[in-house]
């Protein structure tokens, strides 16, 4: 029974962390995370930074704002990319 109790111990979220499960992209976050090895748009940098060779010739941004727990705890992202080099 106590080692029972441990296990589980160790799997209990802690609100500290809480923030690194959240992710960003409607798009991605409606796939279930399921976008790491798909991702070639400006929010390639927090799933896949290899995806961002892939992004289109223009520039883009992303925005996104949540609010957990009845607004006690707040998210905020912004992303901005472009291709440093136009010729593939």
């Not at 992209?25 to 060779?53: E, F, H, I, K, R």
């Not at 727990?69 to 472009?82: E, H, L, M, R, S």
Request: charge should be negative; aromatic fraction near 12%.
């Amino acid at each position: 029974m106590l080692s029972m109790a441990l296990c589980s111990a160790q799997t209990a979220r802690k609100y500290s962390n809480e923030f690194m499960n959240i992710g960003v992209d409607a798009a991605a976050l409606g796939m279930s995370n399921a976008v790491v090895s798909q991702t070639s748009d400006v929010n390639s940098g927090y799933w896949n930074p290899a995806g961002l060779v892939r992004i289109p010739t223009n520039l883009q941004f992303s925005f996104m704002h949540n609010e957990y727990f009845a607004g006690i705890a707040k998210y905020d992202y912004a992303g901005i990319a472009f291709p440093l080099d136009s010729n593939k």
